[in-house]
């Protein structure tokens, strides 16, 4: 069972920048789209980033485009979110998830894998 381990969070303050990890375990990684969901405080777990098993999709929600970007490394079972430029409303814990089944989906209903979650806290 495919099992996801992130890794790379932390606080920072605005402006500044973060990388997270996600190491897929106990089955290869290559099987699945692999993205990121985020849960700020107070409010509902939401997906924001997304790349197809082999790498070639990738998908963000607007409010992070062009700041943060989505890659996997399949022969190391990783994927990473570089985020750059953080703002306050980037706090939160994200988490990598994982499809068997779609291609690179954002809604959170559509990820059947979570990890455990790495907290993110922007502020000055």
């Known amino acids: 069972q495919l099992q996801l381990v992130e890794s790379g969070g932390g606080s920072v303050q605005p402006g500044g920048s973060l990388r997270l990890s996600c190491l897929a375990t106990e089955v290869p990684s290559d099987r699945y789209a692999i993205g990121w969901a985020r849960q700020a405080p107070g409010k509902e777990r939401e997906g924001i980033s997304c790349i197809s098993k082999d790498g070639e999709h990738t998908g963000y929600i607007e409010s992070i485009k062009g700041r943060f970007t989505i890659s996997r490394d399949n022969a190391k079972n990783t994927v990473f979110l570089q985020m750059d430029n953080l703002v306050p409303e980037d706090t939160g814990v994200y988490y990598c998830?994982?499809?068997?089944?779609?291609?690179?989906?954002?809604?959170?209903?559509?990820?059947?894998?979570w990890g455990q979650g790495t907290r993110v806290s922007v502020s000055s």
């Open positions: 998830v994982a499809s068997a089944t779609w291609v690179c989906p954002l809604q959170a209903w559509r990820w059947d894998t």
